[in-house]
């Protein structure tokens, strides 16, 4: 079991968007996340841990809120070219569907949505103690955002949902192999409304990974969809989550069960401080697997960089002459 020192946890939620300058800007202006930098990648290793052939460009940015050890991370994929979502994608198909933000000034965000012509697709409603909770479809990631009334001054990743066509099999996974704790959920059958699937039937597992929770939900119906063997991890959607964990050993010992359970390593783990891959499962589901030494946050987008000061203005060429 994993120790004290080491519990695993959320540590990420990936989505591939086709516009990241605004994604960025939206989450960042809306939600009230702060900007932790980003890069260009490409090359082999980079191709094969996405299962995207032996060569790949992206580019990548990173936004952090008040969690230790948690991002966002944002993908625009130029090879290959990105795919759109499926136009009659539903929150009940297979795969990673739906994540839920806590913000610090509710009303704030939605009329900042509003204006970004982001509507929302319910009236908010209450959740736990009073705090209210709407979702919205993000326009350039074409998944459901909820958004849900937090604490203290700075937005977090509360969960992200992911539907699967076994909740046995995934429960193995995840709390078996992965060791992460199963506990009370945030949503009862009747929250599947808010997300545009009222009455429908399902069965859910809820997962604690650090402060952010892991939804695994199994739906009769609408029966999900199986994901299209074609899709590919850079096209539009929600891309994965991370699985953190603070130590290598910790991270091999789980790779290791997760493995056993039919689920392919994409890459080796680098003999560096940094280890990291992603996990194919059989039902075509992805998942990251990371350890990641604090003194290393900042060159990997765990630490919010500082902003410019608002007096400095980003110099303007002159074209009078």
């Known amino acids: 079991m994993a120790g004290a020192e080491d519990p695993p946890q959320i540590a990420q939620v990936a989505l591939c968007t086709t516009d990241l300058p605004r994604t960025a800007r939206r989450y ?24 995207l052939g032996d ?31 499926r136009p009659d994608w ?8 739906r994540w839920g933000v806590t913000v610090p000034d509710f009303d704030r965000t939605l009329a900042v949505l509003a204006a970004d012509g982001v509507g929302t697709l319910t009236d908010p409603g209450a959740a736990d103690r009073g705090r209210r909770r709407v979702c919205v479809v993000d326009p350039d990631v074409a998944i459901v955002v909820e958004v849900m009334e937090g604490e203290g001054p700075l937005p977090g990743v509360a969960y992200a949902a992911l539907s699967v066509p076994d909740l046995g099999a995934a429960r193995a996974l995840f709390g ?20 545009g699937l009222d009455g429908a039937t399902r069965e859910m597992a ?27 991890l850079s096209d539009q959607g929600f891309m994965n989550i991370a699985i953190g964990y603070r130590t ?6 789980a790779l290791d069960r997760a493995v056993a359970l039919g689920w392919t390593m994409n890459v080796p783990l ?30 990997y987008g765990f630490t919010a960089r500082p902003a410019l000061p608002p007096e400095v203005p980003l110099p303007v060429p002159d074209t009078s002459r």
């Open 28 to 51: 960042m202006e809306g939600f009230g996340f702060a900007d932790a930098g980003g890069r260009v990648i490409w090359g082999q290793r980079a191709a094969r841990m996405q299962e």
């Open 55 to 85: 060569d790949m460009t992206a580019c990548m940015w990173w936004l952090v809120g008040h969690q230790d050890y948690m991002q966002l991370e944002l993908f625009f994929h130029t090879d290959p070219p990105q795919r759109p979502q």
């Open 90 to 97: 539903r929150p009940s198909d297979h795969g990673w569907v």
């Open 176 to 195: 078996d192999a992965l060791e992460l704790e199963e506990v009370d959920g945030l949503h009862d059958p009747s929250t599947e409304r808010l997300w």
């Open 206 to 232: 809820t997962f604690r990974g650090g402060d952010v929770l892991l939804e695994v939900v199994e739906y009769r119906d609408p029966p999900g969809r199986r994901i299209d063997p074609d899709r590919r």
């Open 248 to 253: 290598r050993p910790a991270l091999e010992r």
């Open 270 to 299: 680098f003999d560096r401080p940094v280890a990291a891959t992603y996990l194919s499962g059989p039902d075509g589901v992805s998942l990251e697997m990371l350890s990641m030494p604090r003194e290393l946050y900042e060159p």
